[in-house]
């Protein structure tokens, strides 16, 4: 059977590809929407953070000999530590003023990391070996899906409708919505609000240290892993709409599928796809798909 | 009023200097011999080349003033070119014109090897391309101010290519960085596969640079070909070295790198690089004189040379004996006696430096050891075949470089 000439087999397995890929934009995107949407921030250090993820995992197991289970929950909690750490010294020093400012300083932050690890490890990178559990892959017909990338869809889609449910559903997250719209009431309300920007930031760097243990089995763990990927997340993230918690999550699976299948259709396009909707997207919805006018 | 007046006899004084000890011994200019390490210090090509190269051509100059005592003075300065054409440019321009640097060496990356060679040729000075690999640096842009020493695309197409198809690889498929280097390797290695009896399924370009290799993967595994040959770079390679062994692309069909070096080999692991066949102009541990070097170097570096850095060292080596032979630093001087004497050192035996630029050597073929055969750090390789200078290299009859037809 074929579409457009193309073997069935070989869509389906380009589409499960583009789902895989999907995954990844949704989670890193989806910190990036979390601290823009409560804090206001571009947080341009995401990507950087996100490579230290994969590098902390990378040390964990080699010097410490922390497994693959226990860095995927140890690597994200440090970059979460690291966040408060830039939240409390520096970001709050910035909220009253334009966002320029606070998309340079994480901007600076982001080659200071990157320029720190280059130092350190070199720029080829090191290998992390897919654990135990997770090696193999099933034959699925039409084609071979390796376990680990069946796992990195499954965590991926947890760990975001939890976020979403939290942030949507729950008190704490009414809290977080309401400490945005309007801080000072939310304070006189008895609720300690600047603790709770902190610990948003600290949540949203985490979800990117998640990203990168999630990929270091996958990409070589390289000091720029993090600024390859930055840029085609941020497109992601104003086309779902600038702080669109379900927006980043569902575009982010969207847009995966769509360059996925592009690589099949005319592999050359893929890498401006996603900005070609970008910009199609500017020009029609503004705030992007899941955005908000204001 | 005083000061002004010293000032100016200041500058007088340094204006008439050059011309003032013009003796008749020695015709180095300034009595120092300046060299430029223009290398990417902080890039994907850092590894490959970056602080590696420039501490060869540190350690080249060490050897030389300690072994000949030359009667002028040599400096070694280095910088960043990015990896970009107009940076590169930019610095080699400044080097020549206000810091007196003779001879400009490293250049990894064709688009800087390819400037800085131009600017060269307009001011007169020497390139000497260790990190580049096209083969338009000794074709359709040769000059006669630049040399080409430690390997091009052809060397290694010819090497990698030819060995496979002979072993039984006879169909092939390729993965292409889609842009100017990729494209000509691809092209360099579908030529050398069908004029040995191969046939090519077809080729898929990836954007350049690229994470995620698993939809080109697919389509390699799809069209069924023997070996898939990879026609990227670096992280690339890398990248999709690994990645087609966790979608079961390997071992059932075989992976050939067209462009890797010994630091690629080392952040991937010998357990996902096994077995796969690559071309080098050197490797460490291929004899006494190959192991002592790279100790030395390794001493100083904590990781063992690449080829680049091996071609750098032996490169600047005999670019100085060539001045000091010569007694000048001045280009057409040098380079005629640096394409006069051949080069008999741990890198290349009988080597030589043709007219079109292009330094012909022994090239080897590599395949990546198993992790059990690797008794010590750094044993990553079988030599399967040395190839002779002559035959690796693309012949004098096929150039295309201007200088050849006249």
């Known amino acids: 059977m074929e579409i457009f000439g193309i073997p069935l087999r070989g869509l389906a397995g380009q589409l499960l590809i583009g789902l895989i890929n999907g995954s990844f934009y949704a989670v890193l995107s ?54 408060i750490v830039i939240e409390r010294t520096l970001l709050r020093w910035l909220y009253q003023l334009d966002h320029l400012y606070g998309l340079l300083l994480t901007f600076g932050l982001a080659l200071i990391i990157e320029g720190l690890f280059r130092y350190y490890f070199g720029i080829s990178g090191e290998t992390y070996e897919v654990p135990e559990a997770l090696q193999g892959g099933v034959d699925l017909g039409f084609m071979f899906l390796p376990l680990y990338r069946g796992w990195v869809v499954l965590a991926s889609l947890v760990v975001c409708l939890a976020t979403w449910f ?30 709770m920007i902190t610990l948003t930031y600290g949540f949203g760097v985490a979800l990117a240290g998640f990203a990168g243990v999630l990929a270091a089995p996958i990409l070589q763990v390289n000091p720029l892993m993090g600024s390859n990927l930055i840029i085609v997340v941020f497109a992601v993230v104003v086309i779902g709409g600038m702080g669109s918690i379900l927006g980043s999550i569902v575009t982010g699976l969207g847009l995966g599928l769509i360059e996925g299948l592009t690589r099949l259709f005319y592999p050359e396009a893929s890498a401006v796809v996603i900005f070609v909707i970008m910009v199609i997207v500017l020009l029609v919805r503004p705030a992007g798909l899941f955005g908000r006018e204001n | 009023m005083e000061r002004k007046y010293i000032a100016a006899l200041l500058a007088v004084s340094f204006a008439a200097l050059p011309a003032a000890p013009a003796s008749a011994q020695a015709k180095v200019s300034d009595g120092v011999v300046r060299i430029g390490v223009l290398t990417d210090l902080s890039g994907t090509y850092s590894d490959l080349s970056g602080q590696g190269s420039v501490l060869a051509t540190k350690m080249a100059v060490e050897d030389f003033i300690a072994a000949e005592k030359p009667a002028f003075k040599v400096e070694v300065v280095s910088a960043d070119h990015q990896n970009k054409g107009d940076i590169a440019s930019n610095k080699a321009r400044e080097w020549f014109e206000k810091d007196g640097v003779d001879m400009v060496t ?15 040729k ?7 391309v260790n990190g580049a690999g096209s083969t338009r640096i000794t074709n359709e842009d040769c000059n006669d101010v630049t040399v080409h020493y430690t390997y091009d695309t052809y060397a290694l197409a010819n090497g990698t290519g030819r060995a496979l198809v002979k072993a039984g690889g006879k169909s092939w498929f390729f993965l292409t960085a889609d842009y100017a280097f990729g494209h000509s390797l691809e092209k360099d290695t579908m030529d050398v596969v069908k004029a040995n009896g191969g046939s090519v399924a077809g080729s898929v370009r990836h954007p350049f640079p690229a994470n995620d290799f698993s939809s080109f993967l697919l389509k390699a595994q799809s069209s069924g070909a023997q070996v898939i040959g990879l026609a990227n770079a670096g992280n690339d390679t890398i990248n999709s070295i690994k990645q087609a062994a966790e979608f079961g692309v390997t071992p059932k069909q075989s992976l050939a790198g067209l462009l890797m070096f010994i630091s690629d080999i080392h952040s991937l692991g010998l357990k996902t690089a096994q077995n796969m066949y690559l071309t080098e102009g050197f490797y460490w541990d291929l004899n006494e004189q190959t192991r002592a070097w790279s100790k030395r170097f390794f001493d100083r570096h904590k990781r063992m040379p690449t080829m680049v850095h091996a071609g750098q060292y032996s490169s600047t080596m005999h670019y100085l004996k060539a001045v000091k032979a010569a007694g000048s630093d001045d280009t057409t001087a040098v380079m005629a006696q640096m394409k006069k004497t051949p080069i008999n050192d741990f890198f290349a035996s009988k080597g030589q430096i043709r007219d079109d630029g292009r330094m012909v050597h022994d090239m080897y073929l ?25 035959e690796a290299f693309q012949p004098l009859s096929a150039s295309r470089c201007p200088l050849i037809r006249k």
């Open chain 2, 366 to 390: 590599l395949q990546v050891k198993k992790p059990a055969e690797s008794k010590y750090p750094w044993d990553y390789y079988n030599v399967r075949a040395t190839i002779p200078g002559g």
């Open chain 2, 122 to 128: 307009e001011k007169n000075r020497i390139a000497i």
């Open chain 1, 30 to 83: 989806l910190g990036l929407a979390v601290i823009f949407g409560l804090l206001n921030i571009i947080n341009f250090a995401h990507g950087a953070l996100y490579m230290m993820g994969a590098f902390l995992a990378w040390i964990g197991l080699t010097h410490f000999g922390i497994n693959y289970w226990a860095a995927l929950l140890l690597a994200p909690l440090l970059v979460g530590l690291l966040g």
């Open chain 1, 166 to 195: 939290i942030i949507e559903r729950t008190k704490i997250g009414a809290y977080l919505r309401a400490g945005t719209e309007n801080p000072k009431l939310v304070q006189a309300l008895g609720i300690n609000v600047p603790l």
């Open chain 2, 106 to 120: 490293d250049l990894v990356t064709t688009s800087t090897a390819l400037a800085v060679m131009k600017i060269a």
